[in-house]
């Protein structure tokens, strides 16, 4: 993706999230002097693999793992001090080194455990799915402007002050909510009191980095979270998350300006799942979906949840594509689909009998939406080895020129494993 007039690179979830976006930015980090996390936060999970050992980060960009890559927190990211810290110790027990190289921005919103029981509570009467990390009640906060930022606890005794206000706040709602649970104050202070001398060192203007080392010519990464059909504007609301995890969102979250972006690249699996309530609209009968999961480990990272498993759907990367201003496209985890003898594909919808191109914005309408299919020919061999697209099997290589074609975006990588050499560069 990157070339001598490509610096700045945006790399989104074109679907439902868990497309794999993690393997491709550490694919691309190998190029890039600076990763940046622009949005969501410990509800993301990208799984890593370092000798024998394995560990999920949720917070950090993955591209702390190539030594000389700088990563960093944006502001559109909302941070939860906890798994900050397990994180940072899990990178340090496996001596990776994060000094100087790992910075948190100042405008970052904080996720307290008060956010949390408030997250767990509205999930007993909203049923959204969510994976229970505090994401809405955080993002609330920050737009209902009571939000506390990593800045903030520059002024410990300001902060204090905030949180007895805010927790009483929240655990008043708890008791509106019919919920017995109650924040306790102590554990939020003891938990800022902790987080300020360990995040304060690595906190700055991260956007002003970011756009100092672009005119000075670096290369960088902004890495999004999540999909975009769980976008906050885009996605099949109610059932999505409280952040814009389209391109857009890229350049507000990293803190610099849209025209510095170069390119879009979209991650999109070879098939479509989703975790979480909501439409799919391409949800694969139960022995396909379980086959589905089975092959792929369809398990979230974050709350380990079974995913929804279903075929690939054209109308939902048309509009990715569309949404995001997408450049490119990488087609994940095509190994998976190795043993089906027939593969379907969505390439519309029906509405309520009528042909339907484009993402309908009500949700009620595409829970009615009927997927167009067309089947394609399996191939029924391992691809797990190509290294080039002519290594694929003929019938392979149809699949993703037809995906390719359906979507309107150029195919610029094939992943067809987990280990980092798994992967065709288009
Ligand atoms: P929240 O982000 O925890 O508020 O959850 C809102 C919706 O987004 C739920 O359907 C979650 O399952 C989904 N979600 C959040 N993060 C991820 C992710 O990283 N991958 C896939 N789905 C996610």
Redesign the pocket.
């Known amino acids: 993706m990157f070339d001598p007039k490509t610096h700045c690179v945006v790399v989104v979830g074109a679907q439902?999230?868990?497309e794999g976006k993690g393997k491709l930015v550490d694919v691309l980090a190998e190029q890039a002097d600076i990763v940046v996390r622009y949005q969501?936060g410990a509800?993301?999970?990208h799984t890593v693999v370092i000798g024998d050992s394995q560990f999920v980060l949720h917070q950090i960009p993955s591209g702390i793992l190539h030594s000389r890559c700088i990563c960093m927190v944006g502001n559109g990211v909302v941070l939860d001090p906890e798994t900050f810290f397990t994180e940072l110790d899990a990178l340090a027990a496996r001596d990776v080194a994060t000094a100087g190289r790992l910075f948190v921005s100042e405008r970052a919103h904080l996720v307290m455990p008060y956010h949390k029981l408030l997250?767990v509570a509205s999930e007993k009467s909203q049923q959204?799915?969510?994976?229970?990390?505090g994401?809405?009640p955080t993002y609330e906060d920050k737009y209902g402007r009571r939000g506390i930022r990593v800045g903030d606890l520059r002024h410990l005794e300001t902060a204090r002050a905030q949180l007895t206000e805010r927790v009483a706040r929240a655990n008043r709602l708890l008791g509106l909510m019919g919920v017995a649970e109650r924040a306790s104050l102590p554990q939020h202070i003891d938990l800022i009191e902790r987080l300020a001398p360990r995040v304060l060192p690595l906190t700055c203007d991260t956007g002003l980095l970011v756009y100092r080392s672009l005119k000075e010519g670096r290369r960088v990464l902004l890495e999004g979270?999540?999909?975009a059909l769980?976008d906050v504007d885009h996605g099949t609301y109610p059932?999505?998350?409280?952040s814009n995890t389209t391109a857009g969102g890229a350049a507000v979250g990293a803190g610099i300006g849209p025209t510095a972006v170069d390119g879009v690249l979209g991650v999109v699996k070879a098939y479509t799942t989703r975790?979480?309530?909501?439409p799919l609209p391409t949800e694969a009968e139960p022995v396909a979906a379980e086959e589905l999961r089975r092959l792929g480990d369809e398990f979230?990272a974050?709350t380990g949840r079974p995913r929804r498993c279903g075929w690939f759907d054209a109308t939902v990367v048309r509009f990715s594509v569309r949404v995001n201003g997408l450049t490119g496209l990488a087609v994940t985890k095509l190994d998976v689909l190795d043993s089906f003898a027939e593969i379907p594909v969505g390439t519309a919808y029906v509405l309520d009998g009528d042909a339907c191109g484009e993402m309908p914005a009500d949700v009620r309408a595409l829970e009615r939406v009927k997927p167009r299919f067309e089947i394609l020919p399996g191939w029924r061999r391992p691809t797990s080895g190509a290294r080039r697209l002519a290594d694929l099997p003929a019938e392979a290589r149809a699949y993703v020129d037809r995906l390719q074609d359906l979507a309107g975006a150029p195919i610029r990588y094939v992943s067809v494993g987990s280990r980092r050499d798994q992967i065709i560069q288009v």
């Open positions: 439902w999230g868990d969501g509800n993301a999970g997250d959204l799915g969510t994976t229970g990390r994401i809405g979270a999540q999909g769980l059932f999505v998350t409280s975790v979480g309530n909501g979230g974050t």
